[in-house]
């Protein structure tokens, strides 16, 4: 398992954190640069700004703002962070603190580009209002001065046009002195200028009152599941808007030469906004609660933290555990989304929510047993769950208890919508992970990468969307000289067409060659309707899988599920009539991006990727 790195988006809010909890007697706004600066590697460009550069979450997918398409237009030389928040003026958002937290994450060598006007003219909101000669120049020289004190070079962004026209189809100014006072800085001060506020009216008059609906956040109802009733918006973008906008500030960095050359090696390329743009869960610049899990912190036990989280909460709720072993049942119902699991150990071994509860084990009220689901160490209902760097477990004795009739114990219950797991361990025996879904039908999604499976029969099961990137699974030794075991129990519904992908994976054991199935079709209640789809590519297997890695369960036969490999390798790959191969033809039908995808266009696997204007690690040491 990989170490865990912090993210510069965790370096924010830490500094957010250490601002609040400084209290009042603090100085409100001092610029300072970390104690120890971190080791840099490429630069990065930080963009500060309003709405219209912001970076927009999953739930307002079409919406992006400029800065949010920015990366796809950079080579490897150079990223992107989006910190900008909507509705900001540039003294909302110096008032509010987040250009302390910018300035204590830049470096030597990065760029911050300072792009604000929009909100500075509502000079009827004190809170946001400024002056175009006076306190709108004074703001922006705190964003430069912020800059050349952390050694990065501060760039000056006039504001992006709104989509406004004559009657006569001529695009009009709508900034009034706000561009010109930039452009008056600029020259004062020898900053580095880009001109959006002429480029992008010189793009709108070219596109056209009706050329620039693709261009801005324009939807016919039901074109979006984010916006079921459409929406008409002609001051932000939808992809393509923010892409072509991207292009005119890449196209002001180059011909200045205020970044080098070579770095936009995308800028002229024909791109698909709308797939290669990242959308996070949240906006950067959206704090999360944080709560503490540990001895001497705030919660003993994980399920206090949660039990403390508000129902329905439209903001991130980040539950960081300490390191040590946690025995409890830990349960996240449905109304609360957005719940993060973070362990705070350096791998995932050293934080372990574990309980040893069996499909068998007897409830302490005497209603019965908890069954397969009841006995799961850890249920997550919630949508938008997240855990990294964390140990789910469940350590019932079989071997302990066997007049038991039902054993089956589960580590890790999923049937929340849009989880994301990544660097954790799920240990268990019979039916270790459970993936599922809110009902008979309905597609839940979840995302591994990175993590570690074990387990011996059907450990990975049920009627869920399952991505497995990059994974290890591991088959445990039963000492059978036949029968090891079994990786997957699917049961997905026969109208869903995406159920588990295994890809880039090791499937790995000490047992036995020969002797672990891959999978079998798991029908809940003789359901016909339960046909498992699974896939299995790009991955290595042990020779512990099967000649005939499908096999039969229940009286249903594997032959009538979806199950396939594609282009595997390891000695127990071998191809025979017995072990379908996916048709060269679908392999692009059934991939990670196609998995988690859904009518709302999930995309997870570009968190991290170069897309991603959210999330930059820091470099280990």
């Known amino acids: 398992m990989r170490d865990f790195r912090p993210t510069r988006r965790t370096v924010l809010v830490a500094v957010a954190a250490a601002a609040v909890l400084a209290g009042p007697g603090a100085p409100a706004h001092a610029v300072s640069r970390p104690a120890a600066p971190r080791p840099c590697t490429n630069p990065v460009i930080f963009v500060v700004g309003d709405s219209t550069s912001s970076a927009y979450q999953h739930s307002e997918r079409p919406r992006a703002g400029w800065a949010q398409a920015l990366p796809l237009l950079l080579g490897p030389q150079a990223s992107v962070f989006d910190y900008a928040w909507s509705g900001a003026s540039s003294k909302s958002y110096f008032d509010a603190g987040l250009l302390d937290e910018v300035a204590s994450a830049l470096q030597p060598g990065d760029y911050l580009l300072i792009s604000f006007g929009h909100n500075d003219e509502k000079v009827q909101d004190p809170a946001r209002g400024t002056d175009p000669q006076t306190t709108f120049k004074e703001y922006l020289q705190k964003y430069i001065d912020a800059a050349a004190s952390a050694g990065a070079k501060p760039v000056l962004v006039t504001p992006v046009e709104r989509r406004r026209f004559s009657p006569l189809g001529v695009a009009q100014d709508s900034h009034g002195a706000y561009p010109q006072a ?23 008059q070219q596109l056209g009152p009706e050329g ?25 973008f939808q992809a393509e808007g923010a892409l072509a ?18 770095w936009f090696q995308h800028a002229d390329a024909p791109l698909d906004a709308l797939a290669g743009i990242y959308w996070p869960s949240e906006r950067p610049v959206d704090k999360p609660l944080v709560l503490e899990v540990g001895a001497g912190r705030q919660f003993g036990t994980v399920q206090a933290a949660v039990d403390s989280v508000p129902a329905n909460s439209a903001r991130r709720t980040e539950i960081r555990i300490a390191p040590g072993t946690y025995r409890g049942l830990v349960r996240v119902p449905a109304n609360k989304p957005r719940i993060s699991f973070l362990g705070l150990g350096q791998t995932p071994e050293e934080v372990v929510l574990v309980f040893n509860n069996a499909s068998g084990t007897p409830k302490p009220d005497g209603t019965g047993a908890y069954g397969t689901g009841g006995s799961a160490s850890v249920r997550i209902d919630g949508p938008d769950f997240l855990a990294r760097n964390i140990t789910f477990s469940n350590d019932f004795d079989e071997a302990a208890n066997q007049d038991m009739k039902n054993r089956q114990a589960v580590a890790l219950f999923l049937t929340g919508d849009r989880a994301v797991l990544s660097n954790v361990r799920c240990l268990g025996n019979q039916d270790t992970l459970l993936v599922d879904s809110p009902a008979r039908g309905v597609q839940a999604r979840s995302y591994f990468s990175d993590t570690y499976i074990e387990g011996d029969v059907d450990f990975i099961f049920g009627r869920g969307t399952a991505v497995f990137s990059s994974c290890e699974i591991r088959s445990l030794d039963r000492r059978s000289d036949s029968n090891n075991g079994y990786v997957s129990a699917g049961s997905i519904n026969i109208g869903i067409k995406h159920g588990y992908l295994f890809s880039q994976c090791r499937f790995v054991s000490d047992a036995a060659a020969g002797t672990v199935h891959l999978g079998r079709p798991w029908h809940p209640s003789g359901d016909p309707d339960a046909i498992a789809q699974v896939l299995v590519r790009d991955s290595w297997l042990g020779a512990h899988i099967s000649d005939t890695p499908w096999t039969d369960m229940s009286g249903f036969s594997w032959r009538e599920a979806r199950f396939h490999e594609l282009n595997n390798n390891g000695p127990g790959s071998r191809i025979t009539s017995n072990r379908p191969q996916l048709e060269p033809g679908l392999a692009a039908e059934f991939t990670v991006q196609d998995y988690p995808h859904g009518a709302d266009a999930w995309a997870p696997q570009l968190a991290g990727s170069r897309t991603d204007s959210t999330a930059l690690q820091v470099p280990s040491s």
Not at 182 to 204: I, M
Not at 214 to 236: C, E, I, M, R, W
């Open 245 to 262: 906008v991207a292009r005119l500030v890449a196209a002001g960095l180059q011909v200045q030469q205020i970044t080098p050359p070579g």
């Open 182 to 204: 930039v452009r008056e800085l600029a020259a004062v001060t020898g900053t580095p200028l880009v001109d959006l506020t002429t480029s992008s009216r010189e793009l709108w």
């Open 212 to 236: 620039t609906k693709t261009h801005f956040l324009y939807a016919t109802p039901g074109q979006y599941p984010q916006y079921p009733n459409g929406v008409t918006d002609n001051t932000h």
